[in-house]
Nanobody, 123 residues
Framework: VQLQASGGGLVQAGGSLTLSCAAS????????MGWFRQALGKEREFVAT????????DYADSVKGRFTISRDNGRNKLYLQMNGLKPEDTAVYYC?????????????????WGQGTQVTVSS
């Protein structure tokens, strides 16, 4: 399984970005997926997760109401729509595949990780 995140960039505060994650393999639709982020000098933290069919999702409190996670199982793709971006959202964002089908918020429940895409929000 290979995960390729893209869509990061530089945006002003209040702006929007959509991250994408392309997954290889035939098992994408069987597993929950998630987004995590790591800011410089900080630990990796959970952002959002979605169950295998996309029917359930969960978000970190810091992004609730601003970010939306979605997936297209037909295209093996995961998305993160980010609106109302804040400077504190600046980080490298990683997509990851969970070890189970229902969504998961702990990084310990993920076994495959993408390479990350940088999101920088200027004030």
């Amino acid at each position: 399984v290979q995960l390729q995140a893209s869509g990061g960039g530089l945006v002003q505060a209040g702006g929007s970005l959509t991250l994408s994650c392309a997954a290889s393999g035939r098992t994408f639709s069987s597993y929950a997926m998630g987004w995590f982020r790591q800011a410089l000098g900080k630990e990796r933290e959970f952002v959002a997760t979605i169950s295998y069919r996309g029917g359930s999702a969960d978000y970190a409190d810091s992004v609730k109401g601003r970010f939306t996670i979605s997936r297209d199982n037909g295209r093996n793709k995961l998305y993160l729509q980010m609106n109302g971006l804040k400077p504190e959202d600046t980080a490298v964002y990683y997509c990851a595949r969970a070890v189970r089908s229902f969504y998961a918020t702990s990084s310990r429940e993920y076994d495959y990780w993408g390479q990350g895409t940088q999101v920088t929000v200027s004030s």
